[in-house]
């Protein structure tokens, strides 16, 4: 089976720049998730799906970040413009439920490294 | 709002001996625990998890972890190191009355020598 699929895995820009980012769930994954994880710190919810809606996204700078969820599969997270303080490792996740049963597992993908100079 | 504290950012052990991680909750209710490990330039795996039951959970690679409510603890342990298990390790835990949402605690980097 295959993983939760991510790209690119690195990239480099300069602030006030933009960029984005590519996820491939799991297939048949209902859920999907976006996390933030700086340097020295776990994982930080940024957004999630259920299929193409939006459950969560309260921890999501809205006024720089974006993400969209078409046809209840791949997804994309955006950054315009880009800070200093996003230099991160942005990792997707996926499960397979929608409700927050006790046999529901997140997978993850390996993460863009983003770095802002 | 539940939280997650992992005591101690980095632990050094010697190849054959025990690895004992540290993972305290705060919850008004006891959620869902789980450990998950992260290899340098990967994505998390998820290690062990408990939800309901027995409170010593066996995970992959020899760990397991222990839920202990009166403590409000779910220590990572394995009894013999090996040198495969050097990487970064976070405990995570969601809650238990619906949603997916994780919240992850800082994370414990094991380096292990010979």
């Known amino acids: 089976e295959a993983g939760v699929a991510q790209s690119p895995r690195y990239k480099i820009i300069e602030k006030r720049q933009s960029v984005a980012f590519w996820c491939n769930p799991i297939s048949g994954h209902a859920t999907l998730y976006w996390y933030q994880q700086i340097l020295g710190q776990g994982p930080k919810l940024l957004i999630q799906f259920q299929n193409n809606g939006v459950v969560d996204d309260s921890q999501l700078p809205k006024d720089r970040f974006s993400a969209e969820r078409l046809k209840g599969v791949d997804s994309t997270l955006k950054i315009q413009p880009a800070k200093l303080e996003d230099s991160a490792v942005y990792l997707c996740?996926?499960?397979?439920?929608?409700?927050?049963?006790?046999?529901?597992?997140?997978?993850f993908g390996p993460g863009t490294r983003l770095t802002v100079l | 709002a539940q939280s997650v504290t992992q005591l101690g950012s980095h632990v050094s052990v010697s190849e054959g001996a025990l690895v004992l991680l540290r993972c305290n909750y705060s919850?008004?209710?006891?959620?869902?625990l789980f450990w998950y490990v992260q290899y340098p330039n990967q994505g998390l795996q998820l290690l062990l998890k408990?939800?309901?039951?027995?409170?010593l959970v066996k995970g992959i690679n020899g760990f397991e972890a222990e839920f202990k409510k009166s403590e409000t603890s779910f220590h990572l342990t394995k009894p013999s190191a090996h040198m495969s298990d050097a990487a970064e390790y976070f405990c995570a835990v969601r809650p238990t009355g619906g949603g997916n949402k994780l919240t992850f605690g800082t994370g414990t980097q094991l380096k292990v020598e010979l």
């Open positions: 996740a996926s499960s397979l439920l929608t409700s927050g049963s006790s046999t529901d597992t997140q997978y």
């Open positions: 408990y939800t309901t039951g027995a409170t």
């Open positions: 919850s008004s209710v006891p959620p869902y």
